[in-house]
């Protein structure tokens, strides 16, 4: 066995790096494809459970697990059902439509450090490289309404569009205060300034930020309670209404891929990323770094960053099960005259903390 495994190191470290990163690619992109799957069904259960009910609890997968196979049914229904495409729309650009909403959700990976030391490009304008991709997603929505010539589908992606302008411009100033914290625009620097506990995590000094950013992150992927470019009823189901079969679950698809993206850079930008909770507060016996479970626990590495990711998802939830849909003019009030003013002050704030070397600019 061990020769087997010293045979296919070798072979792995023969590849070129190409085969390296494809290799890379395929494996997230499997794993993301799942993960988006799963919280579908999270999200059902979840739910499920604050307002006292079981959510999906009858397909099983292979005879176990109540409710663990309703996702792939789903898949498979929707890929039966019929993509009707209206007569008289511009068939390339609405076929193309949910790809251009889909792809950034995923491209925007390759420039997120999974744990230490390691990215599948490791950028060091890696920031700009994220805030340049989730603005892409706009033109899917906008080219969905113009494309389908429909009137209703049209008014939804306008409403929608002015929406993810509004708070993207509130997360891009969310985003320039934690540039100025970690003085690097390579995300895998920014974890690492972060080191040394929670308290030199920058969601201690940049807060009203990391608030801005999560719901400025709420509003980008339309989910309640800004979720009007879905549910009003003038617009009847908004800028996917002419969608079916697995074309209306891309965008769908597309949604749950950016709740998961939103939450891991959330926690990259201010939770520390991959950096142990314990890290500089609980300096435990290097023998205690190889006992299985407690050892995975007590240092760095992707379980972290799940486990915040977590966390932050279930707020996403959280917030869908508890708060009513939000009115046009309250969303777009919201976004203008309060988030944007917010980061505005706070990144003059930062400046006044740098000036005099106070919190992360202490050295």
Request: with cysteine; net charge positive; hydrophobic share 60%.
């Amino acid at each position: 066995m061990s020769g087997a495994w010293q045979w296919l190191q070798g072979l792995w470290l023969a590849l070129p790096a190409v085969a390296h990163s494809t290799a890379y690619i395929l494996a997230l992109t499997i794993v993301l494809i799942l993960c988006v799957a799963y919280l579908t069904l999270w999200e059902r259960k979840f739910i499920g459970w604050m307002q006292v009910r079981r959510g999906p609890n009858r397909v099983r997968l292979f005879g176990l697990l109540p409710g663990m196979g309703q996702p792939f049914a789903d898949v498979f229904k929707l890929l039966l059902k019929e993509i009707i495409v209206p007569t008289r729309s511009n068939k390339a650009l609405f076929r193309l439509a949910p790809a251009i909403t889909l792809i950034p959700a995923f491209a925007t990976w390759a420039v997120v450090p999974l744990f230490p030391h390691f990215a599948i490009a490791n950028v060091d304008a890696g920031l700009l490289y994220v805030l340049s991709l989730t603005s892409v997603g706009v033109y899917g929505v906008i080219l969905a309404g113009w494309a389908s010539n429909s009137k209703y589908a049209f008014l939804g992606a306008m409403r929608s569009a002015a929406q993810i302008v509004a708070y993207e411009i509130a997360m891009g100033f969310a985003l320039v205060g934690v540039l100025m914290a970690a003085g690097s625009l390579n995300l895998g620097t920014i974890v690492e300034r972060q080191r040394g506990g929670f308290l030199h995590w920058n969601l201690l000094w940049l807060f009203p930020l990391f608030m801005v950013y999560f719901i400025s992150g709420v509003a980008e992927t339309n989910r309640a309670p800004f979720d009007v470019a879905e549910g009003e009823s003038e617009i009847v189901a908004g800028f996917h209404v002419e969608y079916s079969g697995m074309a209306f679950a891309l965008f769908f698809l597309a949604e749950y891929a950016n709740m998961i993206l939103v939450t891991a850079l959330a926690a990259i930008f201010f939770l520390g990323g991959w950096v142990s909770v314990f890290h500089g507060v609980l300096e435990p016996p290097a023998s205690w770094l190889h006992v299985p479970v407690l050892g995975l626990w007590l240092g760095d590495g992707l379980q972290w960053l799940v486990a915040k990711m977590f966390i932050l998802l279930c707020v996403f939830l959280w917030l869908r099960a508890t708060f009513p849909r939000y009115r046009y003019d309250q969303i777009m009030r919201l976004g203008w005259k309060v988030l944007i003013p917010i980061t505005l002050v706070w990144i003059g704030v930062e400046s006044v903390l740098a000036w005099f070397h106070i919190g992360p600019w202490h050295a």
